[in-house]
């Protein structure tokens, strides 16, 4: 029976439930009276205190994303665009994946790292690679890393993450520093939880890969990953923990996306009916080539056009959460979702352990590839990309350094703080890149775009005090500001 507060999994993402949500949603797919009373709900409104979003329903969106008529999607693109710009503006925040170790215990049918790949170098970074790893990622210009590590209770305990933690965090190399470690592994226990939360990490993201049951048993035919329910429940025990910022996602290909978009906008909307805080982040992965892995074995695939819709419609039904969109996409891909909702890349990203200390950036280690990337581009080139096409990017790490976790991006969003606080941010991250580690036509495109943008935060004396830190960044004397 669906009960949206359960702390049971197969309550709060009821099989059923799903079910009539799709049903719901094919029954008015061309009720284009709902949809544009729908769309209408879901526009930012201004309110005396900033701008501020309904967001929609888990049945809802499935309308919107149902619906087939041209016209309509349109429609659902220029809302999503809309609430993009007034949330998130042109900002888009960088970040790099450090891949810790691929052993694995586990059996994921779609994961080159499943126990039984024997084809696969199985591999640990010590500390010493660790640091040189982050070096290289400094080098880069990186601030804010998502640690990625397969479930291995004997290679990796929580302690060789946490150490992996303290590592990352203690190393400053030139003026480098990476300043928000997210981490994605296994769903643990509470106390482990309270660990991470200790050790000051920024998101815990932990992938559903899928919310049917049935399948997510078949693809996960063995291991801890096996259990739905302890999986599924994990980010509860996260928050119990004492995480505030909790990142979901779905791997796109493995069962039908609808059934996956209602679920994960449900596991949303149970987030905060029980903890009062709603996902800080979504995923939207799509399944990959890898070592031993054929994406074509899944029937599920989507297309690029589907891809985009699922990540308008995500932007309409959850408007406060950051959407994130890896290098598993390529360039063009990439292009088209940045303006319908996603807040957060990856640039310059290895996918195998230890693939950044060491190698140009033409060379790529694959034998410990957990995916193919397809956007293979430096950082750099993503930048001058971005800028290029008209974003801001953002290295910006202050939310979660200033206490503002949880619902707190909500509330600065309300009171309409976001032009005063993430703007100059973003522009302050943005020189001190072009000033360290830029190309010099990166460095020429970025600094004429910061001097126009800086003009766009409208408290004088915020302003003011922005543009003087520009210049001590410029002159080298100072790094991380913040507002
Ligand atoms: N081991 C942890 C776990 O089980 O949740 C997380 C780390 S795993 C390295 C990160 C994510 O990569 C997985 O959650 C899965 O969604 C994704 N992934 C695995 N195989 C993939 C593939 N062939 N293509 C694209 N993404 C994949």
Redesign the pocket.
């Known amino acids: 029976m669906y009960d949206v507060k359960s702390l049971k999994a197969e309550e709060f993402i009821d099989h059923e439930e799903i079910l009539e949500t799709l049903e719901y949603a094919d029954k008015n797919k061309n009720n284009i009276e709902l949809i544009e009373e729908l769309l209408k709900k879901a526009e930012p409104k201004k309110t005396a205190r900033g701008v501020e979003c309904s967001g929609l329903t888990h049945r809802e969106a499935s309308v919107l994303l149902a619906c087939e008529d041209p016209v309509i999607i349109e429609k659902i693109y220029a809302l999503a665009r809309k609430i993009k710009e007034a949330f998130y503006g042109d900002r888009i925040v960088m970040f790099a994946p450090l891949y810790l170790s691929n052993y694995?215990v586990?059996q994921?049918v779609?994961?080159?790292?499943h126990l039984k790949n024997k084809e696969i170098p199985r591999k640990k970074l010590t500390r010493e690679e660790i640091k040189q790893e982050v070096i290289a990622l400094q080098d880069m210009g990186h601030k804010r890393l998502a640690i990625?590590?397969?479930?291995d209770p004997v290679n990796n305990p929580i302690d060789y993450v946490l150490d992996s933690v303290k590592t990352i965090y203690s190393i400053k190399h030139k003026n480098g520093a990476i300043r928000r470690v997210n981490v994605?592994?296994?769903a643990t226990t509470v106390e482990n939880y309270r660990k991470l939360k200790e050790a000051e990490i920024g998101t815990y993201i932990?992938?559903q890969?899928t919310y049917h049951k049935e399948s997510y048993e078949k693809l996960h035919p063995a291991g801890p990953?096996h259990d739905y329910a302890y999986h599924t429940e994990a980010m509860d025990r996260a928050m119990d923990g004492g995480i505030d910022d909790v990142g979901l996602?779905v791997?796109f290909g493995l069962e039908m996306y609808r059934y996956e978009f209602a679920g994960i906008l449900m596991h949303a909307e149970h987030l905060e009916a029980v903890h009062g805080v709603g996902p800080h982040t979504i995923s939207v992965?799509r399944?990959?080539r890898?070592a031993d892995?054929d994406p074509g074995v899944f029937d599920n695939g989507i297309d690029d056009d589907t891809f985009a819709k699922i990540i308008a419609c995500i932007r309409i039904a959850v408007p406060y959460t950051g959407m994130i969109i890896s290098t598993?996409e390529n360039e063009t891909c990439r292009e088209k979702v940045l303006g319908l909702g996603v807040s957060q890349i990856s640039g310059g990203s290895r996918t195998s352990v230890g693939g950044y200390a060491g190698y140009t950036p033409d060379e790529r280690p694959h034998d410990t590839e957990?995916?193919d990337v397809s956007d293979q581009r430096s950082l750099d080139e993503v930048v001058y990309w971005l800028m290029k096409s008209g974003y801001i990017p953002s290295f910006c790490t202050a939310c979660y350094r200033e206490g503002r976790t949880g619902d707190r991006f909500m509330s600065l969003c309300k009171i309409g703080q976001i032009q005063n606080c993430c703007h100059p941010n973003a522009l302050m991250t943005l020189q001190e890149y072009l000033s360290d580690y830029a190309s010099p036509e990166t460095k020429r495109l970025g600094e004429k775009l910061i001097e126009k943008e800086i003009m766009n935060v409208p408290n004088e004396k915020t302003r003011q005090i922005a543009l003087d830190n520009l210049k001590q960044i410029r002159d080298g004397n100072k790094r991380d500001f913040r507002f």
């Open positions: 694995c586990n994921c779609y994961c080159p790292y990625e590590c397969g479930e994605n592994i296994a932990l992938f890969e990953k996602g791997l992965p399944v990959k890898a892995i598993r957990q995916f």
